[in-house]
């Protein structure tokens, strides 16, 4: 199946700095990839819509000036969480669609701890 | 917007025995109903996935049925082994490269 990474797998930060995290498809092209963020024992929250080639689109309530998202090319797109404070600390997932065809469906990376100290 | 309702919150079975979670969905344009399992620390795998013109999936161990009058969908797990253990996710949406509704999850405790 279809293979989506993400880097790092986990990072430390100080509070105030930004981090960035990179998703990438690697073996299919994905015009479109999915933010999601997770706090323990929760669900999956979308976050964003990563559009490639134009601006991401923002779910409610989701501050689209601190999580930045670019969407550079067909198999990577980053999020760049600005100034982090330690309520930001979360797991964060992404994932594009693809498969073609039948087999259609959303593929997710193994996803990126953040914790903000 | 679409809300997923998903049940029970946790599931504990004995090894062998079959596992059976609930999911609900609100809007009736949503036609694809994927389940993930999610193992603590990594990210979610898909094990099975459904589509509205069908009314159950079945592979090995796992099915999927759905019911798109009540607007319901089920995971069953058959002969459950310690490996099944993990949480379990639904997902509603208006097609599968479209944004994903989660449900709540449900955290499956298979013992031995």
């Known amino acids: 199946g279809a293979v989506v990474s993400q880097h790092p797998s986990r990072v430390i930060c100080k509070s105030g700095t930004s981090v960035k995290i990179e998703c990438r498809s690697l073996d299919f092209q994905a015009t479109t990839m999915f933010w999601y963020r997770q706090f323990p024992k929760q669900s999956l929250m979308l976050m964003a819509t990563s559009n490639e080639g134009s601006k991401a689109t923002y779910e409610q309530g989701v501050e689209k000036d601190k999580f930045l998202i670019n969407h550079a090319s067909l198999t990577l797109s980053t999020l760049t969480v600005t100034s982090a404070h330690p309520e930001d600390s979360s797991f964060y997932i992404c994932?594009?669609?693809?498969?073609?065809?039948?087999?259609?469906?959303?593929?997710f990376g193994p996803g990126t701890r953040l914790t903000v100290l | 917007g679409e809300n997923v309702e998903q049940h029970p919150s946790t599931l504990s079975v004995q090894e062998g025995d079959s596992a059976v979670i609930k999911c609900t969905y609100s809007d009736s344009a949503s036609n694809y109903f994927p389940w993930y399992k999610q193992e603590l620390g990594k990210g979610p795998q898909l094990i099975i996935d459904?589509?509205?013109?069908?009314g159950e999936k079945k592979d090995q161990r796992i099915a999927v049925t759905l019911n798109k009058t009540a607007k319901h969908f089920s995971l069953h797990i058959t002969e459950t082994q310690p490996e099944d253990s993990a949480v379990y996710f639904c997902?509603?949406?208006?097609?599968?490269?479209?944004?994903?509704?989660f449900g709540a999850g449900t955290q499956v405790v298979v013992t031995p």
């Open positions: 997902a509603a949406s208006t097609d599968s490269w479209g944004k994903l509704q």
């Open positions: 459904i589509r509205s013109n069908v």
């Open positions: 994932s594009a669609p693809g498969g073609g065809g039948a087999s259609d469906t959303q593929y």
